[in-house]
């Protein structure tokens, strides 16, 4: 049972070692992935590490993406 404080202090360590900007969809994937995990076999917080991996990468993505639109956009009118 010393995983579970362990992994609290490591998780405790990384939240606040992170910038506030990598929390942009980080959260929302940590919650869902945490509620799918401890379902499927009481992985809680596996499966919020990788929602919040899966949450950061669709909130990258979507931000290139706004930007090739926004360069696109920028580009056409002039």
């Known amino acids: 049972m010393k995983i579970v404080p362990l992994a609290a202090v490591l998780a405790a360590c990384l939240a606040v070692a992170a910038p506030a900007a990598n929390a942009k969809g980080c959260l929302k994937g940590a919650a869902v992935g945490g509620a799918a995990g401890h379902v499927a076999?009481?992985?809680?917080?596996?499966?919020?590490?990788?929602g919040c991996l899966v949450g950061?990468?669709?909130?990258?993505?979507?931000?290139?993406?706004?930007?090739?639109?926004?360069?696109?956009?920028q580009h056409a009118s002039r």
């Open 41 to 50: 076999g009481h992985h809680g917080v596996l499966g919020a590490i990788g």
């Open 56 to 73: 950061r990468h669709h909130a990258n993505k979507k931000e290139r993406e706004l930007a090739a639109q926004r360069q696109a956009q």
